[in-house]
């Protein structure tokens, strides 16, 4: 059982570059995040969404946008890379309420 | 709002000793609250969880920790540490209390533990 799965796990990019970070669960999970973890600022949620075809802004939105066409995928787009999105990036998901996430691996983005 | 504060972003122990890490919360709604585990260069793993059942959780690998309502305080512990205690701790509080839930997570800012021969 794979659980969640991101892809890539490293990246560095070039300032204004964009990107795509792709999560995949299997566990048929409705809700799913995506959250960064900065050191210091534990893990803030960027953007989220309660099924397929639904998204929503987190606590930090600006300058990333999402996609979830699919049940099982949410995609993170950066359109403009800026260093400030240098981060470790987290996909969750769940199946809400009192429910615990469970997380993937992890994205190791540095833009330069 | 929600919010999380752990109190001691570094915690360093003796193997064998106890385990005390913090963690205060602040909530509009019954909170749902969670403790994770991070290893270096992986992802989060869940520790234990309160959802209004019994105040004392226990968790994984001899973990446990007691939701205090009148000091708004869910403190995580272990009575002998162990050297693959070894990682970062975070605390979360969920929106899920008050009634529709998504399940969003609030996290501390994490308490890396360290555990010393």
């Known amino acids: 059982n794979a659980g969640v799965t991101q892809t890539p796990k490293f990246r560095v990019l070039k300032t204004g570059q964009s990107m795509t970070l792709l999560c995949a669960q299997d566990?048929?999970?409705?809700?799913m995040y995506w959250y960064r973890q900065d050191p210091g600022m534990g893990l803030r949620l960027i953007h989220y969404?309660?099924?397929?075809?639904?998204?929503a802004k987190g606590e930090v939105p600006d300058g990333y946008n999402v996609s979830r066409l699919k049940k099982q995928n949410f995609l993170l787009g950066l359109e403009s890379a800026a260093p400030s999105q240098t981060s470790v990036y987290f996909c969750?998901?769940?199946?809400?309420?009192?429910?615990?996430?469970?997380f993937g691996q992890g994205t190791r983005l540095t833009v330069v | 709002a929600q919010s999380v504060t752990q109190l001691g972003s570094h915690v360093s122990v003796s193997e064998g000793a106890l385990v005390l890490l913090r963690c205060n919360y602040s909530?509009?709604?019954?909170?749902?609250l969670f403790w994770y585990v991070q290893y270096p260069n992986q992802g989060l793993q869940l520790l234990l969880k309160?959802?209004?059942?019994?105040?004392l959780v226990k968790g994984i690998n001899g973990f446990e920790a007691e939701f205090k309502k009148s000091e708004t305080s869910f403190h995580l512990t272990k009575p002998s540490a162990h050297m693959s205690d070894a990682a970062e701790y975070f605390c979360?509080?969920?929106?899920?209390?008050?009634?529709?839930?998504?399940?969003?997570?609030?996290f501390g800012q994490g308490t890396i533990l360290t555990v010393h021969p």
């Open positions: 969750a998901s769940s199946q809400g309420g009192r429910a615990e996430a469970f």
């Open positions: 566990m048929n999970h409705e809700y």
């Open positions: 969404s309660v099924g397929e075809g639904t998204t």
């Open positions: 909530s509009s709604v019954p909170p749902y």
């Open positions: 309160y959802t209004s059942a019994a105040t």
């Open positions: 979360a509080v969920s929106d899920s209390g008050g009634g529709t839930s998504y399940g969003k997570l609030t």
